[in-house]
């Protein structure tokens, strides 16, 4: 059984340059390890930078498999010369790095009281919720400031991440601008000590198998789209509307869109994580869940950008329907996905059925076999940054990376292996498989989840001689975890018929992984951060 060991400095691999890889790469560096960071777009921020540009919607509908993310084929793989001058390079680019979910008008919906990292401040007079741009720049300045930059290959897609003669092998494809019309993707071969996935779960969108979307979806593919594309209003303008999906996501387009589209329908099944309507703003219409979507024969005269109503009807589980919609967006979250690990996936089996190898099963809605949410047991060299959600995730990535800089440099020390293995069952047991297994939206639950990891390397400090202590949770910080917990009380104690027309205070209901709309949706409008 791998174990990691006390050895000399280890060469970490770090897969994303969002919050969690920058900070986790940043604590690596400052434990004196030697850290190679792999990012497929070409800058720092994860899903906090906006790029005008979309990512191509999952093909086929419905998009229902783990393993194989958002990663398309790419033309010409690993061109070891220019391609030809009509290459599209723009093209080749959203293949290469889908862009992400970012869209003009988002925030925060945690404070950045609860957010801010030990390795950095917030600018003076920061507010608690601000703009995409604000976050940006923090992640930014963190990795420029504490040499992330420096060790941090751009453009660069991580292929395939494999254990070979006792070291990681990481295959990855560089798109390299050639100077002439045109890129190249080169590809390499890498070895190392450790991986360190802090890729995020923004990727690969959830597109539910309701009976007759992928028919719609062909004959009207600009119409039926997941939120991943959303960008602005503008998009909706004088459209009705049929928001798929009851999270955050969909109630921030609907106050997005409100005066903008004609008429707004949002679909609510009803789930354990389905936002009140008190959410949603004046003039939106709140419909059941989704029985199945049906074409009439006549839709075939009519073009996809035809300013006419999708020739079709959306029946409801109780009977009643919708037509003359316009457009649908699919508010219908993501799918933990790892295309880089395909042979830890199982998209054949259900949670229940894992074995203690598997990672990821058919659900795509947890990761499974880790210690402390962190250790991949089986080799606890593989090191996953972000599965926690229902959280401050800013700061609790932070957490984790310090935890992962410890024990890579022999400042802490993992349990044997059968202890993480009756840890692991023992957390199975009391709460479950599925997206609950990760939520930390109990009270209390973050806290002690910090306190719990804390507590372990201050023991391990002790024990082995190491002077610096592991800093948890500040004072700061808890007073603005009751400042979340009191507006998410008075949000909740509203009456139903009262309107809320911001979901600003919808702190920590997000997180990473958070809404619960139609088809389980998980990205908390990005929420409070992003990996």
Known sequence: MPQVTKDAPKRVAVIGA?????????????????????????????????????????????????????????????????PPEDEDTDELEIIHAP?????????????TREMKVSLASWPPGTADFVTQNVLEEYIQGIAEQRGVNAVTHYHTRVEEVRKHEGR????????????????????????FDAVVVASGHYHMPRIPDYPGLSEWKRAYP????????????QICRDQNLLLVG????????????????????QSARGGLFDLPASFLPEGVTRVGAIKSFELEARQCGIRDDSSEPIAGKVILQNGDTLSDIHAVILCTGYMTSYPFLQHLHRDDISADQANQTVL??????????????MFYIEDPSLIFIGAPYHIATFSLFEFQ????????????????????????????????????????????AEEAFVKDLVDWVNADAMRLGVKDKMVGHTPEWHVAKKDREARIRLIFAAKE??????????????????????????????ASGST
Not at 246 to 265: F, M, P, Q, T
Not at 363 to 369: C, D, S, T, V, Y
Request: overall charge positive; proline content about 5%.
């Open 99 to 111: 862009p992400g979910p970012c869209y003009a008008g988002l925030k925060n919906n945690v404070s």
């Open 360 to 373: 990821v099963t058919a659900e795509g809605n947890m990761n499974h076999n880790l210690h402390k949410d």
């Open 168 to 191: 990681w092998a990481v295959r990855t494809t560089r798109l390299q601008q050639t100077g002439t019309p045109g890129s190249r993707l080169v590809e390499r071969l890498w070895t």
């Open 401 to 444: 990376g310090q935890v992962a800089a410890r024990v890579l440099s022999g400042k802490a020390q993992l349990p044997r292996y059968d202890e993480m293995r009756r840890e692991y069952n023992e957390k199975v047991r009391a709460k479950g498989l599925g997206r609950e297994f990760h939520s930390l939206k109990a009270a209390g």
């Open 497 to 526: 018929e009262e309107k809320i027309d911001s979901v600003e205070a919808v702190v920590g209901l997000g997180g990473e992984g958070g809404e619960g709309g139609e088809g389980g949706e998980a990205d908390g409008r990005l």
């Open 222 to 233: 600009a119409r039926v789209w997941h939120s991943k594309r959303y960008r602005s209003a």
């Open 246 to 265: 009851a999270g955050v996501s969909a109630a921030d387009i609907a106050k997005e869109s409100i005066g903008v589209a004609r008429h707004i329908y």
């Open 18 to 82: 969002g919050i969690s890889g920058v900070c986790a790469a940043a604590h690596l560096l400052k434990a004196g390890l030697e850290v190679v960071v792999f990012e497929r777009s070409g800058i720092a921020g994860g899903v906090w930078h906006f790029d005008t540009r979309v990512a191509h919607d999952p093909s086929p509908y419905p998009s229902e498999i783990p393993s194989r993310g958002d990663y398309e084929p790419i033309p010409g793989l690993a061109y070891r010369t220019s």
